[in-house]
Every structure is written in C-alpha cells, then in structure tokens.
C-alpha cells in the first residue's frame, strides 16, 4: 500500500476522564469519505458471521451514526460497548501465556452494494485500551448470497485491500484502497483481538448489468443501481447523496436540506446515472420537510460528459419545467417524451429541501454496452 498522506494513528488514547467523550477523538479529512458507503445497512449490508463477539455483537460496526459511550453501562460480561468486542486471547499454556502473532478475530461483512473500494474506515472511538493493536481487511466477489460456510470456503478467492496495519485507540483509522475490482464481500481482522466501534467502506457502486436488463425498467438514479451525486450547492444539514437512497424518507434529516438563501439564487444537485438511459417518469418526494421542502423545482437532462466531475461536457435540456411543489408530498411526474442523458440536474427554488428522486426508465443500447464493458474490466 503507497503512502496517500492519510495520518496514521497508533497507540493508547487516555482513559475517559468525564465530559465530551469525543473531544480527544482522532480523526482527520479523508479524500474519500464523499464516496457511497458500500457498507451501508440502508443498501443492504449486514455482519453475516465473526469468530467471537463475546463483549458487544458484530451488528453494531454497520450502524448508522458515530458510536457512543455510556460510562456507567456494564452487563453480566463487563463494560457494554458500542461496537464489536472479542474477548482477550489466551496462549496455549503458562510458559506460552501470549497469543501467537497469527491469532487474530475476524468478521464477514456482506456489502450493501457491490463495489470498487476507494477507502475503509476502521473507527475504534472509545475502544481506549482495548482496540486492535493492528487490522488487515480483505475483499472477495462471490455470486448469490453465500452463506458464512460457502465464503470462507477454500475456492473462494481473497485479495488483500488493507495489509496488516498498527491502529490506534478511540481514532478514525482510515485506509486508501487501490484496487480496481468489484466486491461483494469483505473479511475484517483484528490482530489478536479487541474491539472496533464503526466500519465504513467508501467506493463507488458496481451494478449487475444482467440483472438491471433483467428489470428492464428500473431507477437509473438510485444509489444501488449504480447512480452517484456529483455535485450540490448546499450540503449544510444533510447530504444530497440521501435523495438517492432506498426507500422513502423516515425523518427529516433523512432527505436533503439546505440552508435558508438571502440572496435571489437557487439550490440543486447534479447527479450522474447508472449509465446513458432513457427516462419515462420522475418522482420528488417531499416527505418529512413540511415547512422547509422546496417550493419549486425543475428538472434538466444532459447526455456525455468529460468525465472530471465539474459539470461540463453536454448542454442541458430542461425536461421537468419549475413546478409547483408540496409539503410532505411525493409527486409524480410522466415526461411527455423519453429524455436521454447521463446525467441530471434537479434545480429548487429558492431553498430548502426534497427527501428523494427517482427517474425511472431504461438503459440504452449504448449505456447497457458501457456498463457491461465496465463489469468485465472489474472481474465481474
């Protein structure tokens, strides 16, 4: 692994001494933390299996949200934490009482999406003395939905994505990934045991193409279906990449907020699809902003782009003119013609908020050759 200039963090943190329990928390600006979290539970991701979970359960490293501590919280084990903790391993007698420098924990975390891994994030906040004195975390693809025995079967194929690294206590480990293919799955291990609060993988979704031209007609925006945010205005309450994730909205910050304008622009977000489509129908749904959804929106195409993520490469096309919109509404939207893109900019005005888009259609001839050309490339 090359050095990406992410700082490392090693060794104890201090013993938590009462107040904020993150004010002596590690952590640093990672150039890949805008990506999707491949590892979301929101996509699908889940904790199928790990050797030991003896302090806190495997489920709690895909939580949503920072972990959090409860000093006064003990059980019939010990100290509950919020993350997932193996108890200490043992040598094999009193004259070998230390644990060999092979023995290590492990977990088989099942991807929400399959994906190209960019970054990992191994968070061990508040595990002060009790993290891992180092991690390793491998990737494997592997077809259908494997059971724990199938995936550490001996023809299943693992590629290393973290070498075994020293961490640090109560710190946002994260880790550059350079590996160009797609994954399904991920084996964490921590080196000889302890304790790990968060894991977060950051990537970029690689969708089946056999199985999106199975469906025919699907979201050619959808973050599951291989869609991306490229770029928004405002990001000051939440993030735009919520308007394209699965499901309807369960709360406010579970959609897309921006702050209130005092000036006479607008806010929008630019998204770039799956790959080239033709989109038939739209949805803007409101849900949960009642006196701060967006009062208006509009909604263009673009088809082509040079790739660098600023935007350029195509003339818009308005397909969606500035339409009135509700509170707490989802509002659905036949185009009077199929528009063609790769690309899509939502515009609202002035301000506020939607909790999601949808473009239903299909992909094109061309899109559908690209995206399969691109499975290939990545193993698939």
Known sequence: MTDTGIPRHTGDASPYGGGDPYADYRTADLPFAGLVDLADRRLGAGVVAA??????????????GPAEFDPEHFGHKGKVMDGWETRRRRGVSADLPHPTADDHDWALVRLGAPGVVRGIVVDTAHFRGNYPQAVS??????????SPEELLGPDVEW??????????????????VDVERRFTHLRVNQHPDGGIARLRVYGEVAPDPAWLGALGTFDVAALENGGTVEDASDRFYSPATNTIQ??????????WETRRRRDQGNDWIRYRLAEQAEIRAVEIDTAYLKGNSAGWAALSVRDGGDGDGDGDGGE????????????????RFVLPAPAVGTHVRIDIYPDGGISRLRLFGSLTEEGAKRLTARHQELGG
């Open 159 to 176: 590629t290393t994505l973290v070498p075994r690294t020293a961490v640090g206590g109560h710190a946002a480990n994260g880790f550059a």
């Open 137 to 146: 975390v491998e990737g494997a693809s592997v077809p259908g939905s494997p």
């Open 246 to 255: 699965p499901g309807r909205s369960r709360k406010m910050d579970d959609g």
């Open 51 to 64: 050797n030991d979970e003896f302090f806190a359960e495997r489920e709690n490293l895909l939580k949503p």
């Open 316 to 331: 818009w096309t308005e397909v969606l003119p500035r339409t009135r919109l509700q509170p707490d509404t989802n509002h």
